[in-house]
């Protein structure tokens, strides 16, 4: 056993968990590939963990980092000390956005983001009942694991109160029975229900995925999104959009994913992909919502600082410079195309779904029943085919794909041999 791993073993948290029965201890990365301590080479078709938007070690953050440390410039301030890297951070975050009028709190994390958000939504409407969706993922703290919907991550001795949670937009595994088509979503108008019967009728906010993440890809119809926001403005509570894995472009079509659907979200949270890698997660809410903060302190020591916003900013201009949300657009739509085809081929392959560079499919048996058996199988020979590939979903039969957003052509039909090969391994097992 390397020293890594007995250190990793006798040093870090048991219930950490690897993607790979062996661990795989990656070293370095340029663009879309990655190299392990061996030498091996692999296509990164998760992109970190849905983090890297721009590709590892992207020349142009490269540049800008080792020209702040050549200038020595501050590399921590906190939040109690100005920097001209957070306000240009911020400016450029909320004009990709399309949200003029809203402010941004930089923090370290997705799951900060969401606490911030909920902090937000509950003092701004002096509420604290917070919706979440059945399958949803909002992070590890507190509040955001009482949010989650996904049993494998409950806790059973931790205090949960004030969440509620609604159906998920699952077409695939619709508990209703119905068919997009022809459905007048009962899922949505479950969140009517839970108001009516099991709330003082005083929601602070719905906090939903556009995509929902964790939960395996799961892409809902824009009428679901529509829905909810009737409901949640119906009820004079706020819409709290977790962009933390959809933002920045990765859907193809608009910056946030919300803006798929026609909702201005009252407050977005964002991380991952946002700094390419670095920690940092944003909440952004209207500043007639943030007022009513005012007059408590509220602090975080690493969130803004000047080396993450100065990343932040060139992986936002990178993304809007070289258009990378519309390469997201045409990757994604041949990816997803391609792997419809390969659907029609292999019939444990089940649905196919997502946007942009956020694609999934799930494994499954010849009864539909979830797969996780043979998902695992795939990650293991794409993972000797020098592919990475992610898995999720409530039982951990779906492959995820979000790779970063400025893959090429030839990186594409890379990904497709580099999978056919391995589905034809699959076949054989
Ligand atoms: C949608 C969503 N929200 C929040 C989080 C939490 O982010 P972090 O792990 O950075 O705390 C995640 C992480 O996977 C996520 O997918």
């Known amino acids: 056993m390397s020293s890594t791993q007995s250190n990793r073993e006798k040093y870090i948290y048991s219930n950490l968990k690897h993607y790979y029965p062996r661990p795989l201890e990656l070293k370095s990365g340029l663009g879309s590939y990655v190299k392990d301590i061996k030498g091996n080479t692999y296509l990164d078709f998760i992109g970190g963990i849905v983090t890297i938007s721009i590709g590892h070690n992207h020349p142009r953050v490269k540049r800008k980092i080792i020209s702040l440390l050549e200038e020595n410039q501050i590399q921590h301030t906190s939040t109690l000390y100005a920097s001209e890297h957070v306000g240009k951070a911020a400016k450029k975050l909320v004009s990709l956005a399309g949200l003029e009028g809203y402010q941004v709190y930089f923090s370290n994390s997705g799951s900060e983001a969401n606490e911030i958000a909920v902090l937000t939504a509950r003092e701004a409407t002096k509420r604290q009942l917070v919706v979440s ?40 595994r619709c508990p209703y029975d119905k068919k997009p088509d022809s459905c007048s979503i009962p899922c949505a108008d479950d969140l009517d229900r839970l108001i009516e019967t099991c709330t003082a009728g005083e929601v602070a906010a719905v906090i939903v ?7 395996g890809f799961i892409d809902g119809p824009k009428k679901y999104y529509q829905r909810i926001y009737e409901i949640i403005k119906d009820n004079g509570g706020l819409y709290i959009s977790d962009e933390v894995q959809t933002g920045v472009g990765r859907l193809g079509e608009n910056f946030l994913g919300a803006s798929d659907f026609g909702i201005s979200p009252d407050i977005v949270t964002m991380a991952k992909g946002l700094g390419n890698g670095v920690p940092v ?9 943030i007022k009513n903060l005012n007059g408590k302190t509220h602090f975080s020591t690493f969130g803004g600082d000047p080396f993450q916003m100065a990343q932040v900013y060139e992986v936002l201009c990178e993304i809007e410079d070289q258009s990378l949300m519309n390469n997201a657009k045409v990757m994604g739509g041949e990816l997803k195309s391609h792997i419809m085809g390969l659907k029609a081929k292999y019939p444990y392959i089940g649905d196919v779904r997502g946007r942009g560079l956020l ?30 590939i992610g ?15 400025n893959i090429s052509a030839n990186e594409l039909e890379e990904f497709k041999l580099k999978l056919s090969r391995s589905l034809e391994k699959l076949n054989l097992l």
């Not at 979903?393 to 979000?402: D, F, K, T």
């Open 133 to 172: 969706l059945r399958h949803g993922y909002h992070g590890g703290t507190n509040a955001t694991l009482n949010l989650c919907g996904h049993s494998s991550w409950k806790f059973p001795h931790q205090p949960s109160s004030n969440v509620s949670h609604i159906e998920a937009p699952y077409c695939y």
């Open 209 to 215: 995925e556009p995509v929902m993440g964790v939960g």
């Open 281 to 289: 997660g944003a909440t952004i809410a209207s500043s007639n919502l």
């Open 359 to 388: 694609l999934g499919f799930e494994l499954i048996k010849g009864d539909k029943s979830p797969d996780s058996d043979k998902c695992n199988d795939l990650l293991e020979l794409c993972l000797g085919e020098g592919l990475l």
């Open 391 to 405: 898995k999720g979903g409530l039982r951990g039969n779906v492959i995820r794909l979000a790779p970063p957003l």
